[in-house]
């Protein structure tokens, strides 16, 4: 898997970047197929506190790619709520992929 992770207006500290990359782990967990994430993390400057610290993700699988974003006034919380929504959509993609069909049963005659 293959991750880079990226400030705009931001310096990524080690200890923010431990923080994602641990949090990463658990759509890894659920889906082993993940090739490529990229992280984008932003300050932005806005006079409401609230929503500055924004970050964005996007996720390249094996058969499609997502994304999701999120902000908060906390830049963690943010990441928090960003790996909730793509743990969701990684989940839901591997059950699309799962065969959920059976094969009809043979009648005898």
Sequence with gaps: ???T?????LDVSPALRSYVTTKLDRITRHFDQVVDVKVILTVEKQKEKEGRQKAEC???VK??????ESSHADLYAAVDE???KLD?????HKDRL???H???PKRLM
Excluded at 5 to 9: A, E, M, P, Q, T
Excluded at 63 to 68: E, L, P, Q, R
Excluded at 88 to 92: E, P, S
């Design 1 to 3: 898997m293959n991750l």
């Design 5 to 9: 992770i990226s400030g705009h207006h």
């Design 58 to 60: 996007n996720i390249h």
């Design 63 to 68: 058969g499609s790619d997502m994304f999701a």
């Design 82 to 84: 960003l790996v909730d």
């Design 88 to 92: 969701r959509q990684v989940v839901r």
């Design 98 to 100: 799962q065969d959920h």
């Design 102 to 104: 059976h094969a009809a």
